[in-house]
């Protein structure tokens, strides 16, 4: 059994490291970007197919309402009244005058065949435009979007990890048994005393 432990015990530590460096890689690859500006969407859909797939992650970039053209893809939040709830990576398809100096924007993806159904302002005075889509690392963040996936990724590593600090720093605590080796005591045995001279003489 302690060969089979000892044997099993640095694949799983190499394991643990390895699922560990990913980890901190792939949130570094997600977070260093933000320093430099850039807003950070996960692609969850196919509708951009062809140009980026679902599961990629979009670096995008702050752009004054005003500088945008027709073919810049932006990510946006459609119309209350147009039934989607969540965030739309799109690109411009048109772009229109509208009331007190707006601009009215169609957008369609570009594995859609039609254009979205909903014409759209754009209220703020900057809007993220896509500038780099890196693919397949957004698969790990919707992952982790799961909470029993995100226990079993990060969860069991660190288990891990914590149960082998705190076995090391019980050995480090524990006092160390010598093993003491014990001296066979040996006799020395003297040679016979011969008898004196006188006593020989007088037998």
Avoid at 69 to 96: E, W
Avoid at 107 to 126: E, H, I, R, V, Y
């Amino acid at each position: 059994m302690k060969r089979v432990t000892k044997a099993l015990r640095r694949p799983v530590r190499l394991l643990n490291n390895v699922l560990l460096i990913a980890v901190m890689v792939g949130c570094t690859a997600y977070i260093v970007p933000g320093f430099f500006g850039y807003e950070r969407y996960v692609i969850t859909g196919g509708s951009m197919s062809g140009t980026f797939e679902k599961g990629s992650v979009a670096f995008e970039r702050q752009v004054p309402v005003e500088d945008l053209a027709v073919g810049d893809v932006i990510t946006y939040l459609p119309p209350p009244d147009s039934g989607v709830g969540t965030l739309v990576t799109h690109r411009i398809t048109k772009i229109r005058p509208g009331k007190d100096d707006t601009r009215v924007f169609r957008t369609q993806g570009d594995a859609n065949p039609d254009p979205d159904p909903w014409k759209f302002s754009l209220p703020a005075g900057n809007q993220p435009v896509v500038a780099h889509t890196v693919p397949h690392l957004g698969w790990a963040f919707i992952a982790l979007a799961d909470p029993q996936i995100r226990i079993y990724l990060i969860g069991v590593p660190a288990a891990g990890i914590a149960l082998m600090a705190l076995r090391d720093l019980i050995k480090a605590l524990l006092p160390t048994r010598k093993r003491q080796e014990v001296a066979t005591p040996h006799l020395r045995i003297a040679p016979a005393a011969e008898p004196p001279a006188s006593e020989l003489l007088s037998a």
